[in-house]
């Protein structure tokens, strides 16, 4: 059972970027394995925000695609993300998730990212 | 862009009832469709995959059914436990998108 765990800033300056990385710990990042991050805004539901496959592969919710990049290194054990040009809309509790054929049966705690201005 | 939309938004039931949550489609997506529950504080958990299959661990109580576009959680006698926020969730070209959620509340 592998376990995620979110860290990076938990305050952001409207139109800097925001980095997260969540580490992978329980074994090696599995073949077949997809890794995804999801937010949550403040009392809201859940947002998809990009996902990349253990070979590479990536892909993004069209809404926020210009702004957002997700990685893997599995040297590492590691995925990460980044949203550039933040506003007080990118607030929320941000999970990384992963999982086989797209569903996502382990998750992070969350870390909650709040933008200032 | 599939877009996910859940009926009712609240569900207010008495312990020992049934719950039907319903997650419609906007365009056909085969089965890819799975169940997460949410409960204040904590990440969501995977109860059903690939619009029937439970995940490990899960409760025989929950079970999942429906394809093409129209989907079904039933959780067919609510325990205390129960009582949280269920979302659906699909993959059709491994571009995922959510429900917007259905609380079932305690009546």
């Known amino acids: 059972q592998l376990q995620l765990q979110e860290s990076g800033p938990g305050l952001v300056k409207s139109s800097e970027t925001l980095s997260l990385t969540c580490s992978v710990s329980?074994?090696?990042?599995?073949?077949?394995?997809?890794f995804g991050w999801i937010r949550q805004p403040p009392g809201k539901g859940l947002e998809w925000i990009a996902n990349?496959?253990?070979?590479?592969?990536?892909y993004y919710n069209p809404s926020l695609r210009s702004r957002v990049t997700i990685s893997l290194d599995t040297s590492k054990n590691q995925f990460s993300l980044e949203v550039s040009s933040v506003t007080a809309s990118d607030t929320a509790l941000y999970y990384c998730?992963?999982?086989?054929?797209?569903?996502?049966?382990?998750w992070g705690r969350g870390a909650l990212v709040t933008v200032s201005s | 862009e599939t877009v996910l939309t859940q009926s009712p938004a609240t569900l207010s039931l008495s312990p020992g009832e049934r719950a039907t949550l319903s997650c419609r489609a906007s365009?056909?997506?085969?089965?890819?469709l799975a169940w997460y529950q949410q409960k204040p504080g904590q990440a969501p958990r995977l109860l059903i995959y690939?619009?029937?299959n439970r995940a490990t661990g899960i409760p025989a109580r929950f079970s999942g059914s429906g394809s093409g576009t129209d989907f079904t959680l039933t959780i067919s006698s609510l325990e205390p436990e129960d009582f949280a926020v269920y979302y659906c969730q699909q993959r059709d070209n491994w571009l995922w998108t959510f429900g917007q959620g259905t609380k079932v509340e305690i009546k």
């Open positions: 365009q056909s997506i085969k089965n890819y």
């Open positions: 998730a992963s999982g086989i054929s797209g569903w996502l049966w382990n």
């Open positions: 329980g074994g090696s990042i599995p073949s077949s394995y997809y």
């Open positions: 690939d619009a029937f």
């Open positions: 990349i496959y253990y070979t590479g592969s990536t």
